[in-house]
């Protein structure tokens, strides 16, 4: 099928500005792409027009295809997809080759990092993208249709609210915000903006397995559920007391931007790459960083929605470092016709009361157990078993749920289509099971039971929660004002 898209972002090909990442540079604010405004939203007129035009109108595509055609990458250059790339390595590198590369083989028209060895080493397999330090500078382009945020997690917002409310479209890394009230703020704003939206939350796409665990629990394959458990035995991201001394930042490393809209904190050689996960100002600890991957589950299969309530045990709080390990319980009430039900994480070691005599699969460590009335189920990312005797006759139910296409070719057909219910991690479904997560890490450092009104974005019976929910302070220019205005 030849197609042929029509943006009505306008291409301006020949902007090919570069912004090389220069060690030491610091952070333009005068040059703000957040500079106040008429629109209210912080975003300049000329950019926030093309993006209302672009949410309003939208691209369309001549002749809507089946699936299976949009499972196809497209290679004709009317139908690749304009992206940008923030973040380049680490996931990243993932993010683009994955599925047959179904994200490289777009037009790549702009990458960014902070770390100059990343980014040169990226532009060379896209030699024809504009290289950027500042992500701010790359959003100020009005020639992208989409891009994928792969950076550490206290950046995912400010990039994803400046691309929503520039008209672009955004795939974001888990766990899509540093915080609550950032996780809800861009949920907000990929609904006012209208525009297509993926968490990286790809095992939701990815084979069969998942979809074959919502069709059971929903068939009712082990009764009425009322409590599941989720394992995750190691304590990967774990901070303790930050090393002594302020060693200089690698001269490669723009260290200034990648603190982006955080308060400054001096340079320690632990953060970056990656160690960035074990330490609050920066992450969310192990549950940020695999909660929502096996959360999905749950969330999926039982339509969790919002908790009303949530508490976590651990070790004694490091006000700079996440926990060797956590127990964290939250409280789902009854909705759409399912019983209450209560989810529980462990990790470092922690497992359910009972765990080694529930006949887990031979080997089995880590998953999510559904306890129901009629039996248990288990299941991880490539396989699921019902549990003891209710194992013993049980037959899968037809299938209700499509298989999928893959998380990447999903967000890359619904951008074509301009269509943000073609991804089924969207911000509408991944933004609470993000608040969600993130909240079992509030609890934590609050140190007791959070009464949670979802609402309102407050724990009613603890008003000391408040300052992990949301982050009182962001340096200026980074975009986090449009949280103001959302
Ligand atoms: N979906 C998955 O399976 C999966 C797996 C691993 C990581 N992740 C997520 O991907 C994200 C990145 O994790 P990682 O392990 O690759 O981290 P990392 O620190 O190894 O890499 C992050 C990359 O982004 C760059 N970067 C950091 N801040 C930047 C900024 N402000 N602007 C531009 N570039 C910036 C870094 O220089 C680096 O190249 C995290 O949100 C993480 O939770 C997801």
Not at 15 to 41: C, F, I, K, R, Y
Not at 85 to 93: C, H, K, L
Request: contains cysteine; aromatic residues 8%; proline residues 7%.
């Amino acid at each position: 099928m030849t197609r042929q898209v029509q943006r009505s972002i306008p291409a301006a090909r020949s902007a090919q500005a570069v912004d090389a990442p220069a060690a030491g540079e610091t952070a333009p604010s005068a040059t703000s792409t957040l500079a106040p405004n008429a629109s209210g939203t912080g975003v300049p007129r000329r950019v926030f027009l093309q993006g209302v035009a672009a949410g309003a109108a939208g691209f369309w595509v001549a002749g809507r295809g089946a699936w299976a055609d949009e499972a196809k990458a497209a290679t004709a250059p009317a139908d690749k997809v304009r992206l940008g790339i923030i973040g380049v390595a680490g996931r990243a590198t993932e993010n683009l080759n994955e599925e047959d590369n179904a994200i490289a083989s777009q037009e790549i028209v702009a990458i960014c990092d902070v770390d100059a060895n990343n980014l040169g080493k990226v532009g060379e397999r896209f030699p024809g993208a504009a290289k950027y330090a500042d992500f701010r500078k790359l959003l100020e382009r009005n020639d992208l249709d989409a891009v994928v945020v792969s950076t550490a997690d206290h950046c995912h917002a400010p990039a994803t609210l400046i691309a929503l409310a520039t008209g672009k479209h955004v795939y974001c890394e888990k766990p899509l915000a540093h915080t609550v009230e950032e996780a809800r703020r861009v949920t907000e704003a990929a609904a006012k903006y209208k525009r297509v939206t993926q968490m990286g939350i790809q095992i939701h796409n990815t084979g069969g397995n998942y979809r074959r665990v919502v069709e059971a629990v929903r068939a009712g394959a082990i009764g009425t559920v009322n409590h599941v458990h989720v394992v995750f035995p190691s304590a990967k991201w774990t901070g303790g007391d930050l090393p002594a001394g302020d060693p200089p930042a690698p001269t490669t490393l723009n260290y200034d931007l990648w603190v982006g809209p955080q308060p400054f904190r001096p340079y320690k050689k632990v953060y970056h790459p990656a160690g960035w996960r074990s330490y609050w100002h920066w992450g969310t600890g192990t549950l940020g960083d695999m909660g929502c991957h096996f959360m999905d589950l749950p969330f999926w299969a039982l339509n969790l929605g919002r908790p009303t309530k949530v508490k976590s045990d651990g070790p004694p709080v490091h006000p700079d470092g996440a926990p060797e390990w956590l127990v964290t319980t939250w409280d789902f009430p009854a909705a759409g016709g399912r019983a209450p039900v209560q989810v529980t994480w462990h990790h470092g070691g922690k497992t359910p009361e009972g765990w080694s005599t529930w006949g887990l699969p031979q080997g089995k460590k880590t998953g999510v157990v559904f306890v129901g009335d009629k039996g248990k189920l288990f299941a991880d990312y490539n396989m699921h078993k019902v549990l003891g005797e209710a194992g013993a006759d049980y037959k899968a139910p037809p299938k209700t749920l499509p298989d999928p296409i893959g998380h990447h070719r999903e967000w890359l057909a619904a951008v074509r289509k301009n269509d943000p219910t073609m991804a089924n991690c969207n911000f509408d479904y991944s933004g609470p099971l993000a608040e969600t997560v993130l909240l079992g890490t509030v609890a934590y450092r609050a140190g007791k039971e959070l009464t949670w009104d979802a609402a309102s974005l407050k724990a009613t019976n603890a008003p000391e929660a408040d300052q992990f929910v949301r982050q009182g302070t962001y340096r200026k220019g980074w975009g986090m004002d449009v949280l103001q205005t959302l």
